[in-house]
């Protein structure tokens, strides 16, 4: 009977300890998502930025190339 109390004692660990590992990898893995997804809104903007001067300097040519 003691054996089988301790067993189920450690099982009982285990699953705790397996749970607590697996809500610590969620966190990570959800700050990991944010992080890119901040990353991917600021290279978006950036894109814009240059695509937006590129447009201006073709622009600029153009008035050069007029003249």
Request: proline share 0%.
């Amino acid at each position: 009977m003691k054996t089988i109390t301790n067993f189920f004692a450690c099982m009982c660990l285990f699953g705790i300890i397996s749970c607590t590992d697996k809500k610590k990898e969620e966190e990570e893995t959800k700050a990991a998502v944010e992080q890119i997804e901040s990353v991917e809104q600021e290279l978006d903007k950036v894109t814009k930025e240059v695509e937006t001067k590129a447009e201006e300097l073709e622009d600029s040519l153009k008035d050069l190339d007029s003249i």
